[in-house]
């Protein structure tokens, strides 16, 4: 299991197109992914849970990976979250 710690510099935050982007890296694995903000957590693989957290920009979340490419999944979301944050 990988638990790691992140932020959205994205100005809306992660709304609608960012969670898109999310999500649909999120379904490209089969380790099972949840997204932690302000003590409720939902499945990263499910786009209205993600939306339902409504993370503000620059406020720190908790993705957690499991399963037996939890790595590879881990990176890759963390390169995504990069393309956001230089979103503008």
Do not use: C, W
Not at 13 to 19: I, Q, T, Y
């Amino acid at each position: 299991m990988i638990e790691s710690k992140f932020k959205i510099g994205y100005p809306l935050g992660l709304h609608a197109r960012p969670a898109t982007m999310l999500v649909s890296k999120a379904n490209s694995f089969q380790a099972e992914m949840t997204i932690e903000f302000n003590e409720k957590r939902v499945n990263l693989k499910s786009i209205m849970g993600v939306l339902s957290l409504s993370v503000p920009q620059n406020k720190t979340f908790i993705i957690t990976f499991n399963g037996r490419d939890e790595e590879e999944a881990s990176q890759a979301i963390n390169r995504i979250i990069n393309e956001i944050n230089l979103m503008k």
